[in-house]
């Protein structure tokens, strides 16, 4: 999916968990998103193939929906927003939507940030575990999923079409306070 980003030439890593992402380049700042952000989030959409676009309607949806916690990242002094991700909460369980860092900005840990504050959203709505989907040749996204400690529990295979399947991924929420550095 689009171009190789020269910052990951290496192999994935799989290792080490989301407490030892190194600081930011970019030090993003996090808020929750308001129906003001739907344009931006949008055009975000653009990265995708068009196939595989959220339409604007559904991130109306989004934005609107009680159970949903949509965060934007910003830039403080920058204009526009460098990513977003929306996580969806039943019960006890929090569905990660999507999560999506504008091209140009990708290897620069906004993804991770998106991704802590989607499990800090998911923790403070008491859900006990966060799940999510993703095409199996997704490397970006494999890596910062595995890093913040998820693990697959299925696999569907040519669910996105032949030859591309979903995987599942599955990340066990804190029941106990967030220092947990030996995990
Ligand atoms: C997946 C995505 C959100 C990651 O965002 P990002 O801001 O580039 O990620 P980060 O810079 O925070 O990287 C976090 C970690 O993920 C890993 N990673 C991210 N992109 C990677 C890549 N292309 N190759 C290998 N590892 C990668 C790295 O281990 C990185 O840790 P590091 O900083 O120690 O190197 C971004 O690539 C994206 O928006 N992709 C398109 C949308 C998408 O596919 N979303 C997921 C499915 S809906």
Redesign the pocket.
Known sequence: ?GAQ?PR?SEP??EDFPLES??RPFVRASLRFATPDDLDAIVALEE?FPVRERWSRDAWFHELEADNRWVQVAECPGASGIL?VITVQIIGGVADLN????APE????????ELLRAGIEDANSAEADEMLLE?RHD????H??YA?AGFTEIARRTDYYGTGVDAVVLRLELAEEDDDDENQ
Request: no cysteine.
């Open positions: 999916m980003n990951f994935l890593r992402v190194e990265a990513g999507r999560i999506i860092v900005m990708r290897g620069h840990g906004v993804g991770a993703v997704n490397r970006a996204a890596a910062l890093r």
